[in-house]
């Protein structure tokens, strides 16, 4: 039985692919569950600073949820479906999105309903010139479930995200990257590298400043400009008793580069 999420690690950076490509790496109960379970690893090695989530083949990142299991628990009734199906994928995506090493999406093809809610979720997402996005659910008389009602308004507005979530529309890595649903848009054939890039570049810093700046934008950004500096001072305060900080800015001082254990 093959894995359907591949794990590979490249120095310091966790490459986790989705690897169901005769299916579109939709995203099955077995899928869901071992991105949870991998996430989990990664956080505990101290080896890994940085995460790349991708999909499988050149044809899709992830064609969201798998429409046929999905359907049966629908059909055992209620209680099962929001348990098995909405409750599994809200729990996956909030786990990337608040997962304390950064997480890049890298799109390489059809990302809809669950696959652009994975990359709603990411930190950071790069895009291939191919990938097609879509917010298709209505077009099976549901609505997003795995938070796409509530990330996209607010990564792209509220205007925005209501003319793709009711109309079920394909959109392309351009517009995703107008609305802020992407950083950058890449040929196919450089996307990993890019996003490789990217994560090296972030790399270059303390984990623990990575992680305090991931928490404190997570919780800040649905509170108020009062509670989200109230939480800024937390991250800060945090910081100001480890080690890094002390190295940052010694190293900052004798015009030299740090190097930061992480504590």
């Not at 949820?65 to 909030?94: K, L, N, W, Y």
């Amino acid at each position: 039985m093959q894995d359907t999420v591949l794990y590979e690690k490249t120095g310091r950076v966790a490459l986790l692919t989705l690897n169901r490509p005769e299916k579109l790496n939709a995203l099955d109960y077995a899928t869901n569950d071992r991105l949870l379970a991998l996430l989990d690893q990664i956080e505990e090695d101290e080896a890994i600073g940085a995460v790349i989530i991708t999909g499988a083949g050149d044809r899709a990142f992830s064609a969201g949820g798998d429409i046929h299991e999905f359907t049966e628990s629908i059909r055992r009734g209620t209680e099962e479906a929001v348990r098995e199906f909405c409750r599994r994928g809200q729990r996956m995506t909030a786990r990337i999105e608040a997962f304390p090493k950064p997480v890049i999406a890298a799109v390489n093809g059809i990302a809809f309903g669950g696959g652009c809610e994975i990359t709603e979720a990411a930190h950071l997402a790069i895009a291939s010139q191919s990938a097609v996005f879509a917010k298709p659910e209505i077009n099976i008389g549901i609505p997003p479930t795995f938070g796409g009602t509530q990330r996209l308004p607010r990564l792209a507005g509220r205007k925005h995200a209501l003319e793709l979530l009711l109309t079920g529309d394909t959109f392309g890595p351009g517009r995703a990257y107008e609305m802020g649903l992407v950083n950058e848009v890449v040929p196919g054939e450089t996307l990993l590298a890019s996003a490789f890039g990217m994560a090296g570049r972030i790399l270059r810093h303390s984990p623990l400043a990575a992680a305090r700046i991931i928490a404190a934008v997570t919780r800040g950004l649905n509170t108020t400009i009062d509670e989200g500096l109230l939480i800024e001072r937390e991250q800060f305060a945090r910081m100001c008793a480890s080690q890094d900080v002390h190295e940052g800015l010694d190293a900052w001082i004798a015009r030299r580069t740090p190097v930061y254990a992480g504590r």
